[in-house]
């Protein structure tokens, strides 16, 4: 079974800087595409930031030219670089990897990691 954990999640205030890191347990070159996701309370969960396995990456547009999502192969690790981070940011992060096609399509999620942003 696949297993995805994330970690670098935390409480740090408007304006900083905060790093995540989604480890997955094989090879992330097996998946399609990786992403991050974030669900703040009371919404629905969306895409923060996917990147294939060509390097190929996509944002959305609120965190464009903040966040950053980038992949270490030989560690089977994708990060999530979050800079100028706004109180709107403030969610619960999911990593979430994406193989296969038709039938054969799944995917998978990690546990999630807090992210709050506060004075």
């Known amino acids: 079974q696949v297993q995805l954990v994330e970690s670098g999640g935390g409480l740090v205030q408007p304006g900083g800087s905060l790093r995540l890191s989604c480890a997955a347990s094989?090879?992330?070159?097996?998946?399609?595409?990786m992403g991050w996701y974030r669900q703040a309370p009371g919404k629905e969960r969306d895409l923060v930031a996917v990147i294939d396995s060509g390097g190929s990456t996509n944002y959305a547009d609120s965190v464009q030219g903040r966040f950053t999502i980038s992949r270490d192969n030989a560690k089977n690790t994708v990060y999530l670089q979050m800079n100028s981070l706004k109180s709107e940011d403030t969610a619960v992060y999911y990593c979430r990897g994406y193989r296969g096609s038709g039938v054969m399509e799944r995917f998978y999620w990690g546990q999630g990691t807090q992210v709050t942003v506060s004075s």
């Open positions: 094989e090879s992330i070159f097996s998946f399609n595409t």
